[in-house]
């Protein structure tokens, strides 16, 4: 009698979770199924002119917003190594950045030369022009700034994952692309698949670059590393983990405190977003683990609601492929996301699309065996999102049956649009590559932990 008494919260509990969560839908949708290649290099031709500048992308420059890292690569030339910008309306006040220009060599590759020029003291919610190049190889893109950091700005990312360079790639980013309302990108890491080919062919971090330009020149991108960024071949002699990607790809890390490009924090609008490494050290005492614990309790939700993690190795995904890769980060950080009532992670590494409820599995210790996932209001939900599309191709086997914490999983390649509306609500959509098109086939209104911490339908 007495046993059932004390077990009674537990059978509460347990009953609870398998009324509200249904098991999960797999969806049947099964994709064309054909050899994802990269496209070959004459796809990815430079700009026309001598030194054109080239591989342009834009990269939040401070912790706000109010700057912009302009990144670009000059092939033959190290000049011109500035920036002209100016607002919209004010041609007469033109202003001129100069940027640090770096090389690096990769096994028998030299890079051309890479250009980072952070302007500053931008107005927010302004739209800008900007100039690369001179004389008759003068190339001008544009993008506007976000609204001023507050509750209730209203921003939209879209999320992408694992990208590379295929014709897949492709379709997710002119998707992507032709959504009006995309502002900005969070992409969850694995970008060139460089190291792909033979001797990590660093051709391929050029042509990347050429790739994403249409998007990347235009809106600001928020990087986060992946396995592929490493390029770690001491059979090459290039132990340097990170190399190319570090030299390439400049994001705003000290301006969150971080002693490493590879974990950093943005605010942008009514947005916190926190960028984790799988590949760096996060055990205890080590610097991402310190940083990350002294970064938590610098998120104020009355100035931003909305509490966004990326990392690139999920912590939660029903796939077998890269199964429980992301486990011993989970085991490490999970309580402080519950406890900070972070409101959504994203992940890519996995080549599928995965959604999970909102649950956690904090109380697990290794004597008590309660190694369940539950329900937990407090708890992030997980998004995979590894399907940009890249040569390894799609992850098609799910685990069977779902895990109970699965909502929505699919084998298809796309990307995701997140609306934020107001501090309350935020509408969250994947869309997947259909063919040709772009096809909304999982979506849900996301509640915010911090305002309205409501269960989502
Ligand atoms: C650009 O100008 C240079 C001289 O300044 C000239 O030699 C070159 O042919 C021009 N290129 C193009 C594409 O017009
Ligand atoms: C680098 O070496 C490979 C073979 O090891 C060769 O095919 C390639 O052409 C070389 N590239 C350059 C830029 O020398
Ligand atoms: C393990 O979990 C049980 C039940 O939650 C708890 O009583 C116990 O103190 C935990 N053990 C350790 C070492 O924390
Ligand atoms: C927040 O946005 C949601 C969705 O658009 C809307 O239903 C709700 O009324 C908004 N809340 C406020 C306070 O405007
Ligand atoms: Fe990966």
């Not at 107005?123 to 950091?149: C, H, I, M, Q, W």
């Not at 998707?175 to 190291?195: C, E, I, T």
């Not at 994403?212 to 992946?226: D, H, L, N, P, V």
Request: proline letters at 7%.
């Amino acid at each position: 009698m007495d046993a059932i008494i004390l077990l009674l919260p537990v059978l509460f509990v347990l009953l609870n979770f398998v009324e509200v969560c249904n098991g999960g839908i797999t969806s049947s949708f099964v994709r064309k199924l054909y050899a994802s290649e990269d496209m070959p290099l004459s796809d990815f031709p430079p700009p026309p002119g001598y030194n054109a500048p080239e591989q342009v992308h834009i990269t939040q420059g401070d912790l706000v917003g109010r700057a912009m890292i302009i990144s670009w690569v000059t092939p033959l030339l190290r000049h011109p190594d500035y920036v002209v910008y100016w607002a919209a309306g004010s041609k007469h006040k033109k202003h001129k950045a100069h940027s640090s220009v770096e090389t690096y060599r990769f096994y028998n590759y030299s890079s051309g030369h890479i250009h980072h020029a952070t302007i500053k003291n931008l107005a927010f919610d302004t739209r800008y022009f900007y100039e690369l190049g001179a004389g008759n190889v003068t190339r001008r893109f544009s993008f506007r700034t976000p609204s001023k950091v507050g509750p209730d700005a209203p921003y939209t990312f879209g999320i992408i994952g694992d990208l590379g360079q295929t014709h897949d790639s492709y379709q997710t980013l002119e998707h992507y692309v032709s959504n009006p309302k995309g502002q900005g990108v969070l992409f969850v890491g694995d970008l060139s698949y460089a190291d792909n080919h033979p001797n990590h062919d660093n051709v391929r971090w050029d042509t990347f670059g050429r790739f994403i330009e249409k998007c990347a020149a235009y809106q600001s991108w928020t990087w986060t590393a992946g396995n592929h960024e490493l390029d770690f071949a001491p059979e090459l002699e290039e132990d340097v983990p990170f190399k190319p990607y570090l030299h390439r790809y400049h994001v705003p890390y000290k301006a969150s405190q971080s002693t490493s490009p590879l974990w950093y924090s943005i605010k942008r609008a009514s947005a916190y977003i926190i960028v984790l490494s799988s590949y760096s050290a996060y055990g205890k005492y080590t610097p991402q683990y310190a940083w990350l614990e002294s970064e938590l309790p610098k998120v104020n939700r009355a100035e931003t609601p909305w509490l966004i993690v990326l990392v690139h190795s999920p912590w939660y995904n029903s796939n077998n492929y890269h199964y429980m890769e992301g486990e011993t980060m989970r085991v490490q950080f999970e309580s402080w996301f519950v406890k900070n009532k972070v409101d959504v992670v994203f992940a890519g590494h996995v080549h599928a699309y995965e959604r999970t409820e909102r649950i956690s599995n904090i109380n697990y210790n290794i004597t008590n065996g309660m190694s369940a996932p539950v329900k937990d209001p407090s708890a992030p939900i997980y998004i995979t999102i590894g399907d940009g599309g890249n040569v390894e191709g799609i992850a098609d086997s799910f685990t069977e049956p779902p895990p109970r914490y699965s909502a929505f999983r699919e084998a298809s390649f796309g990307h995701a649009v997140l609306e934020i509306k107001n501090r309350t609500h935020a509408h969250y959509a994947w869309h997947r590559n259909q063919d040709n098109n772009a096809v909304v086939a999982d979506d849900v209104w996301l509640h915010n932990r911090y305002y309205y911490p409501e269960e989502e339908v």
